[in-house]
């Protein structure tokens, strides 16, 4: 994997508490998941990575996509950012959108991990820090099952 620039890190930490209410208000704001069903999920069931390329440079996630019943939940993580659970799950079209919120070197940050399926079969991901602040593009690969 590959290591996220600090250089973006610090980009992002500026431009979010420039544009945030305060460290305060972000830091305590509560999401909770939406009403994504396991079947509107299925498509997006499973580990997945992101290899994922910014204006600093590339990054790397792993994304676990699971649903226990009709419950589905998400985690995601990085070799920078230990795995956390996201927030928030929800459908934007085809695409399936997930939110989570960390802390960087003491700040809270806002992320949206998006997974778009294109008509191919192909999936792309898009990672959007702090509003908008620092994006990443790139594919998102999922891994076969094992046999």
């Given amino acids: 994997m590959t290591r996220l620039p600090r250089a973006m890190a610090v980009i992002v930490l500026l431009v979010a508490l420039a544009y945030t ?48 019943k009709e419950k589905v939940s998400a985690e995601i993580a990085s070799d920078t950012l230990a795995r956390q659970a996201v927030s928030t799950i929800s459908l934007a079209g085809k695409s399936l959108v997930l939110n989570y919120a960390f802390t960087w070197e ?13 008509k191919d079969g192909k999936t792309t991901a898009q990672m959007d820090f702090a509003g908008g602040a620092y994006v990443m593009n790139g594919s998102a690969t999922k891994k076969e099952k094992e046999k």
């Fill in 21 to 68: 209410p305060g460290a305060d208000a972000l830091a305590s704001t509560v999401y909770t998941a939406t009403d994504v069903s396991a079947a509107d999920a299925a498509p997006f069931l499973g580990e997945w990575t992101l290899a994922l390329q910014g204006p600093n440079g590339p990054g790397t996630f792993t994304l676990w996509i699971t649903a226990e």
């Fill in 106 to 118: 003491g700040n809270p940050v806002q992320a949206v991990a998006t997974l778009i399926p294109d």
